[in-house]
């Protein structure tokens, strides 16, 4: 091996580096993503060399604060999880699985940022002209704006953005980009690290917003997004089921903004479409008058959300019961469980349980606790809860049913849907006092919003 050159492994998944092969990474805990890669060590003296003249450090007062403009994004949804527009001259990571739209969503921004005027250069790496003109041809008219490229070397990218001095940059995908001095394959920790820092350097210089695709990979063999979220300012999701029409983009880090945010899209045959009214979209298909599905509401950043909760609870066979949780963490679903067979004397020990969230998306706020058992009441005694009642509030350990925030925002939702009853902790009902043509159940326990209903 040339001087100056060692291999280490590094894990595909979250970049853990180790000078020897493991089986499972310390990391993330997943198995066989070690992957041996060549890297180059600088000596002191040659990295002294490169370095460019140092900045001097400044005081804080001294620096310019120049009102922070965003740019639309032409899309409503993905500007509202971008914090209110793109910001110029950051680097935004959108991460999602293969065929999910990532994609589609970007030449839709390019379609709308080009549109209004602005330089967009859209860089594939995966797709041939003709395919990305096809896909083009069903989401609609492009500006002449929007230049292409189909290209993986990096430095050939680097000129090309050099030269045209674009608005914005959409890199599709990261891990089809390769740097020459970097030995290792394209795909690889090394290879997508070095790329995003180059990218980096060019956002940061020239101030140009750079999108970056990044593949969520199941098998060990590409680095999967990851390992470059500490590198970027924005990191979105984008997730869904592939059988679903719809998809959220969750932004999981934003330097520009809250977290908590999503947004709604749902693939059509012309591209994906906006949806906005999250509420609406995932009660359609609601079953009338069954037992065990019950409405709860989940605040999602600004935005609350009313979703199905479906239970089924069914008499086993199994000396273990099944149990299983769709969209929602399944040792929560559990801890509901023992909290119904303490407080509520109801015996589930011989009955498999399945909870689901109707639609697919998944919801980590406890305030669809409530929601949740109900539902199991209502399946477990085969009694259906009336439509037109919707559910929020925490439960704890002692069946307590405890407060949530933006109790209003939840209630006012839910009138608009038209539910006529809402049962909430008794403290959030004090607090909003009385509205206006809906009926509000304050309860302080599990037991006492079981007897309201069923
Ligand atoms: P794509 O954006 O290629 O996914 P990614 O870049 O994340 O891998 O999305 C591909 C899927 O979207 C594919 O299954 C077809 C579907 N699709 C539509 O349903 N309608 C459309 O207008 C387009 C362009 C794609
Ligand atoms: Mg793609």
Redesign the pocket.
């Known amino acids: 091996m040339a001087k100056g050159r060692t291999t280490v492994f590094f894990c595909q998944n979250c970049g853990y580096e180790s000078p020897k092969w493991m089986g499972q990474c310390p990391g993330c805990r997943e198995w066989n993503t070690f992957v041996e890669e060549t890297v180059e060590k600088k000596s002191a003296g040659k990295a002294r060399e490169e370095r460019k003249a140092a900045a001097a450090p400044v005081c804080l007062s001294s620096i310019e604060m120049k009102e922070e403009e965003r740019v639309s994004a032409g899309i409503e949804e993905l500007d509202r999880v971008l914090g209110g527009g793109i910001v110029p001259g950051s680097l935004v990571l959108v991460g ?10 970007l030449l839709q921004v390019c379609q709308k940022l080009s549109g209004a005027g602005h330089e967009v250069l859209y860089i594939s790496g995966e797709e041939s002209l003709k395919q990305i003109k096809l ?1 083009a041809a ?2 609609g008219e492009f500006s002449d704006k929007l230049r292409l490229l189909c290209e993986t070397n990096l430095d050939v990218v680097q000129d090309t953005i050099r030269e045209l001095k674009p608005e914005a940059v959409i890199i ?1 995908s990261i891990q089809t980009m390769y740097h020459e001095n970097v030995s290792s394959a394209p795909g690889s920790v090394s290879q997508v690290r070095e790329a995003t820092s180059v990218l980096l350097q060019l956002a940061k210089g020239l101030g140009i917003t750079i999108f970056i ?1 990044g ?1 969520v990979t199941k098998e060990g063999t590409v680095a999967g997004p990851r390992v470059l979220e500490h590198m970027v300012d924005t990191v979105l999701y ?1 997730e869904g089921d592939r059988h679903a029409s719809y998809r959220i983009l969750r932004a999981v880090k934003n330097r520009f903004g809250s977290t908590n945010e999503i947004g709604v899209f749902e ?5 994906l479409a906006e949806v906005e009214n999250p509420s609406e979209f995932m009660l359609n298909g609601r079953p009338e008058a069954a037992s065990g599905s019950i409405v709860a509401c989940s605040m999602e950043g600004t935005r609350p959300i009313l979703l199905e909760i479906q239970a089924l609870v069914t008499r086993s066979p199994l000396a273990m019961p099944r149990r299983t949780a769709a969209g929602m963490d399944y040792n929560r679903v559990n801890l509901l469980l023992a909290v119904l067979e303490k407080r509520l004397r109801l015996s589930l020990s011989n009955s498999d349980v399945y909870i689901n969230i109707a639609g697919g998306i998944r919801i980590s706020e406890p305030a669809i606790d409530l929601g949740v058992v109900l539902a199991v009441v209502s399946s477990a005694r085969d009694k259906a809860i009336d439509e037109k009642v919707l559910a929020f509030g925490e439960v704890g350990l002692s069946g307590e049913v405890r407060a949530v925030s933006q109790a209003a925002g939840r209630v006012l939702e839910a009138k608009k849907l038209g539910f006529t009853t809402v049962i909430l902790p008794e403290v959030c009902r004090e607090q909003i006092g009385k509205v206006e043509g809906i009926r509000l159940c304050g309860v302080r326990t599990v037991a006492d919003a079981v007897g309201v209903i069923l």
């Open positions: 999602g699985d293969p065929g999910i739209g990532k994609s589609t969503l896909r069903r989401i599709d695709v593949h984008f693939m059509r045959e012309n591209g």
